[in-house]
């Protein structure tokens, strides 16, 4: 059952991938979406896949999963995504931001690789990441959303 501060405000869940433990990021992130209002279930650095599952069922109300990553290697870190999410160990939209190929050059294609391991929406700035967690908010479906603390069950 969802604690009363999950049911009465927004929660998600934020971690940084697998192999890259660099986590100032992870925690500015944090806490701007704490300013914001959300309640943060932050599992910090070196996050494998089956974290964030786990951390799906453990709050069903989440309404996104939100995986940083810094050194490069997020497409091999996401390897075990396609399954959580087919099991439906994982079923709310995977959001993926950072640095997300090795090298100073970027690599056009690192969100199409992204995209067809299962993740949502890949993203550019941290700006892009308050905009679009109100834009999921808005139409999310009716499954989700849990009548505040104390509203009667309709009996």
Request: aromatic letters at 2%; proline letters at 7%; one cysteine or more.
């Given at each position: 059952?969802?604690?009363?501060?999950?049911?009465?405000?927004?929660?998600?869940?934020?971690?940084?991938?697998?192999?890259?433990?660099?986590?100032?990021?992870?925690?500015?992130?944090?806490?701007?979406?704490?300013?914001?209002?959300?309640?943060?279930?932050?599992?910090?650095?070196?996050?494998?896949?089956?974290?964030f599952a786990d951390a799906?069922?453990?709050?069903?109300?989440?309404?996104?999963?939100?995986?940083?990553?810094?050194?490069?290697?997020?497409?091999?870190?996401?390897?075990?995504?396609?399954?959580?999410?087919?099991?439906?160990?994982?079923?709310?939209?995977?959001?993926?931001?950072?640095?997300?190929?090795?090298?100073?050059?970027?690599?056009?294609?690192?969100?199409?690789?992204?995209?067809?391991?299962?993740?949502?929406h890949v993203l550019d700035?941290?700006?892009?990441?308050?905009?679009?967690?109100?834009?999921?908010?808005?139409?999310?479906?009716?499954?989700?959303?849990?009548?505040?603390?104390?509203?009667?069950?309709?009996?």
């Open positions: 059952m969802p604690s009363p501060e999950e049911r009465n405000g927004r929660l998600v869940i934020l971690g940084v991938a697998a192999s890259d433990s660099h986590a100032v990021a992870n925690h500015l992130i944090a806490q701007a979406l704490r300013t914001r209002g959300f309640t943060v279930v932050n599992l910090g650095v070196c996050t494998p896949v089956a974290e799906c069922e453990r709050h069903p109300t989440a309404e996104a999963v939100i995986i940083g990553s810094l050194n490069g290697h997020v497409h091999e870190d996401l390897a075990d995504l396609p399954a959580a999410k087919e099991s439906g160990r994982i079923g709310v939209p995977v959001l993926v931001g950072g640095n997300l190929s090795v090298g100073a050059a970027k690599d056009p294609a690192a969100a199409r690789h992204l995209r067809a391991l299962g993740v949502d700035s941290v700006h892009e990441l308050f905009e679009l967690l109100d834009e999921l908010h808005t139409t999310r479906p009716a499954r989700f959303l849990l009548p505040p603390v104390g509203a009667g069950h309709g009996r």
